[in-house]
Nanobody, 124 residues
């Protein structure tokens, strides 16, 4: 398994931007695919974005496509989520996830390691 620590959440006005970071540490090969999910109170955890081991393949939920960008810096063992044009409906706790599989997936059940989450609040 791998330990994941998110940072970068906060309060922002609609139309603004935030960049989330997720620092990974632990067993090598456990972060081949990394992803971001989010969960609002009373709702299920939803897929946001995922990226493969070298950043060459990315996948986004339709709700964030064109506004969010996932990237990774393997030298720093960190994955990022740049969020632009934020909307109030983006308000949620954002979770970083990782797994050793090679495919880029959007199913939360496919990820073996999770961070503790970081709150993002977008005011209207």
């Amino acid at each position: 398994q791998v330990q994941l620590v998110e940072s970068g959440g906060g309060l922002v006005q609609a139309g603004g931007s935030l960049r989330l970071s997720c620092a990974a540490s632990g067993r090598a090969g456990s972060t081949n695919v990394m992803g971001w999910f989010r969960q609002s109170p009373g709702k299920e955890r939803d897929f946001v974005a995922a990226i493969n081991w070298n950043g060459g393949i990315t996948y986004y939920a339709e709700t964030v496509k064109g506004r969010f960008t996932i990237s990774r810096d393997n030298a720093k063992n960190t994955v990022y989520l740049q969020m632009n044009s934020l909307k109030p409906e983006d308000t949620a706790v954002y979770y970083c996830a990782a797994d050793g599989r090679s495919q880029v997936v959007s199913d939360s059940r496919s990820f073996g390691s999770w961070g503790q989450g970081t709150q993002v609040t977008v005011s209207s």
